[in-house]
């Protein structure tokens, strides 16, 4: 069996963190020695509303158990200023993870077409956005990864 990599001295921004598997892989990462920033809207899973409650839990949840962690609560539209935050907290980001997303419980013939491009700005550009910014500063550094 391998052992657990060790992420010390790194950054993971993680999008949609607030909850499932977003909040799952911001608890990981910060387990095994990474800086989080834990991006979430706080909207609910069909894209209504917002609230810094959901973020603001689980960088709680990471700094009880002795990791380090920052909320973030923008919009995955917003792509620069949750990499820009990541910089000017911690100096450096290392991983992104593009987990944000929206439900939209409705089968292919049911979605209209202001339910694909909620979606779409979430799923789609949102993550190019995020992934956009954090592209620059990766190849500064040679090396980075994107999930």
Do not use: C
């Not at 509303?49 to 009880?64: L, N």
């Not at 949750?82 to 100096?91: H, M, P, R, T, Y």
């Not at 993870?97 to 789609?124: C, P």
């Amino acid at each position: 069996m391998s052992e657990p990599v060790h992420l010390q001295d790194r950054v993971v921004i993680v999008t949609g963190a607030g909850g499932g598997l977003g909040r799952a892989h911001a608890l990981l990462f910060a387990a095994r020695g990474a800086r989080v920033v834990v991006n979430d809207l706080g909207g609910s899973t069909h894209g209504e509303g917002a609230s810094a409650s959901a973020a603001d839990r689980v960088v709680e949840q990471i700094r009880a158990a002795g990791g380090s962690a920052i909320a973030n609560h923008d919009s995955v539209s917003h792509g620069a200023r949750i990499v820009e935050q990541a910089l000017d907290s911690f100096g450096r980001v290392d991983v992104l993870v593009n987990n944000a997303g929206i439900l939209r419980d409705r089968t292919f013939h049911k979605m209209d077409d202001s339910d694909w491009e909620q979606v779409y700005q979430v799923h789609v550009e949102g993550a190019f956005k995020v992934t956009r910014a954090a592209w620059p500063h990766l190849r500064e550094q040679n090396w980075g990864r994107v999930i």
